[in-house]
């Protein structure tokens, strides 16, 4: 067995790499340089946390976020890795001593921010062997990417300052131009470039169309309670929003907190930390959240707003199922997403190139074939045969029902003709469906001929019809004229019985969204025992028995204790996949546990035996 793999399977406790990870290994252990691009949870941290094991020396990594140092400390610590993190958040004696450690070796791995590293520099130069940095999150170094950070661009003579280091570039999100930008300005030598797959087949897409508050939070509601006790966040457009989703969370009895840059950072870390550490299960929040978090079982993350790029919708959705346990992600997208985007990109300095972004991450909102398909697709990488839908998207399990919705169309066109063109989204709907409201009333619209002409059809369908109108190019937004509905050319041939539009069937779509989450709800539950919430984890996996699931259970308190006793996140001490693993393994000796998925020796020494006594005490023995 090579290093890297006894390393991997001793220390970690994982039987095998993921794609890449070994051959990113063996050119890093080399010393030849590598930038790494791969999925959030995709397993970068591994691709130097080996290498730093198998060199002599020092590994330095440089990240920017202080708070997933801890994390990832922690984590190393309890695989019994001397790690530290050197930061402004220790006071300075407990910063002295973290160099002791790395002059003596025991520190093998040192996390440190940019900012922190320039004041360290000369001493590292003096008194430390620096065989690796990893530089992570590493499209900070350029300006064409979201992020850039200063400080980062220091880092393009670490080379020159340390001539015997090896260079790691990694990141989980860089286009061509931050690609080739982040070679240059780290002066990356012998590097070679290693892009994973961007899948994550685990994470389920899903994407409601046209739904509006009430039934999103219906929607949010029947999603969190297939997912008791169990940790998911909620993505919101305006700080507004996180504070009034986390409330009617909390009005319905759910274990909720918002999150936002508004927010004092005494106030964030403390939500933070209840959520890392379990006691909370939902936080609701504007994009500034999970940066600095990984956490490897949340289990499903709900976008309540359209995210302005793709990047930013994968990069959030990657947050869930790190430890790869099946997943679930949904998108909610109506017509009020748009116009709040449209006018945040007009305003925005580079307006061409989000437009841009904006316009394909509402393809995938609007796409009527697989959805990674086109995630996956964005980030270059093509299926090549033809059948490859992915069967974890909305649109393979239910595909689409078109029809010829010619006369809905033309309803919706006639409507909106008759006021002039001057009615907006909701006020289009509400005429079509014959709402007699103030406004409506005030205008005489109810005295329109297309009044109620399309009663029969719900609201929320009309929104859904309007927003694939729009997406057909039958309709556009005059958004210098209060986002007021303008007929299009083709809007007009249609209009005027000159060509048919075809739709999609939205009572299809909601039908089964309506009906799926109480059915497997039940189903998930039926396997458990009342009181024994963890359903989520099981739901969709053919293992989990009665037995199994009381099992997990009592596990998850051990792993609770442990946690507590060493002020670490459970995660910290087994993941989810770790207790499923014992929970249907059953082992009943410290050997046993040598099988068990990613249980290292140094946990097995350290509290195997706990675990190995509640399974007995299980059995009954
Ligand atoms: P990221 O790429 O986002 O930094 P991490 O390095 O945090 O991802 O890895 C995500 C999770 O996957 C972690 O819990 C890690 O332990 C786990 N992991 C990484 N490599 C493997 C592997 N070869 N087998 C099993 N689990 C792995
Ligand atoms: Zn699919």
Not at 64 to 84: E, F, H, T, Y
Not at 116 to 137: G, Y
Not at 314 to 321: C, K, L, M, T, V
Not at 461 to 489: C, S, V
Request: glycine share 8%; proline share 2%.
């Amino acid at each position: 067995m090579s290093a890297a793999r006894e390393i991997l399977k001793s220390v970690f406790g994982y039987d095998s790499f993921r794609p890449m990870q070994e051959e990113i290994i063996e050119h890093v252990v080399a010393h030849h340089d590598a930038l790494v691009l791969m999925p959030t949870g995709g397993g970068k941290s591994i691709c130097y946390q080996i290498p730093a094991l198998i060199f002599r020396g020092t590994t330095v990594v440089i990240s920017p976020l202080i708070s997933l140092m801890k994390d990832q400390v922690d984590a190393l610590n309890a695989n019994g890795i001397g790690a530290d993190a050197l930061n402004s958040n220790n006071d300075e004696s407990a910063n002295e001593a973290i160099r002791q450690r790395c002059e003596s070796g025991l520190t093998k791995i040192l996390y440190i921010s940019p900012e922190r590293l320039q004041r360290e520099i000369s001493w590292m130069q003096h008194s430390l062997n620096i065989s690796l940095f990893a530089i992570d999150e590493a499209h900070c170094i350029s300006q064409w990417g979201h992020d850039f950070r200063p400080e980062y661009t220091q880092l393009g003579g670490l080379h020159q300052m340390f001539p015997d280091a090896t260079l790691m570039a990694l990141t989980a999100t860089a286009d061509k131009l931050t690609k080739e930008d982040i070679v240059r300005q780290l002066n990356l030598r012998e590097f070679k470039l290693f892009v994973s797959s961007f899948d994550r087949p685990n994470l389920s897409l899903d994407v409601r169309r046209g739904y509006t508050g009430q039934d999103k939070l219906k929607a949010i509601l029947s999603i969190i309670s297939k997912h008791e006790n169990e940790s998911g966040i909620i993505y919101c457009l305006s700080r507004k929003n996180t504070e009034k989703v986390a409330e009617q969370l909390v009005d319905a009895g759910i274990s909720a907190k918002a999150y936002h840059a508004g927010m004092s950072a005494d106030e964030r870390n403390a939500v933070q930390e209840d959520f890392i550490n379990d006691r909370v299960d939902v936080v609701c929040a504007t994009v500034a959240f999970g940066m600095g978090i990984d956490k490897s079982n949340v289990r499903y993350v709900i976008h309540y707003n359209l995210p302005k790029s793709i990047e930013n919708f994968y990069q959030e959705i990657g947050r869930a199922g790190r430890d790869g346990l099946p997943s679930e992600t949904v998108l909610f997208y109506n017509f009020q997403d748009i116009v709040t985007l449209r006018s945040f990109v007009n305003d925005s300095g580079q307006r061409e190139i989000n437009s841009e972004k904006l316009d394909r991450m509402q393809e995938y909102a609007e796409s009527q074939i697989c959805r990674r398909r086109i995630l996956l697709n964005y980030f270059g990488e093509n299926s090549e045969s033809g059948n490859s839908n992915c069967g974890n998207c909305d649109i393979c399990k239910h595909p689409p029902r078109r029809f010829d919705g010619t006369i809905l169309v033309q309803k919706a066109l006639s409507a909106i003709k008759r006021t002039g063109e001057r009615i907006g989204f909701t006020m289009t709907a509400d005429i079509l469906k014959g709402t007699r409201s103030e406004e409506i009333v005030k205008n005489s619209f109810d005295k329109l001929k297309t009044f109620g002409a399309g009663e029969k059809t719900t609201l929320k369908h009309w929104h859904d019809y309007l927003l694939q109108m729009l997406q057909l190019g039958y309709i556009e937004i005059a958004y210098n004229e209060n986002n007021h509905l303008k007929i299009t050319e083709s809007g007009n041939e249609v209009l005027f019985g000159k060509k048919t539009a075809e739709l999609a069937l939205a009572a299809s779509v909601e039908a089964r969204q309506d009906s799926e989450p109480k059915s497997r709800a039940r189903s998930g539950r039926s396997k458990f025992a009342k009181g024994h919430g963890t359903t989520a984890a099981w739901s969709g996996l053919a293992d989990g028995g009665d037995e199994t699931s009381a099992l997990f259970e009592i596990l998850r308190k051990v792993r609770k204790q442990i946690a507590d006793e060493n002020s670490w996140p459970a995660y910290v001490v087994l993941s989810d996949r770790t207790l499923k693993d014992l929970a249907a393994q059953m082992p009943q000796s410290l050997g046993d546990l040598h099988n068990v998925f990613g249980f290292g020796e140094k946990k097995i020494e350290k509290f195997g035996q706990r675990f190995v006594d509640a399974v007995k005490e299980f059995l009954g023995r």
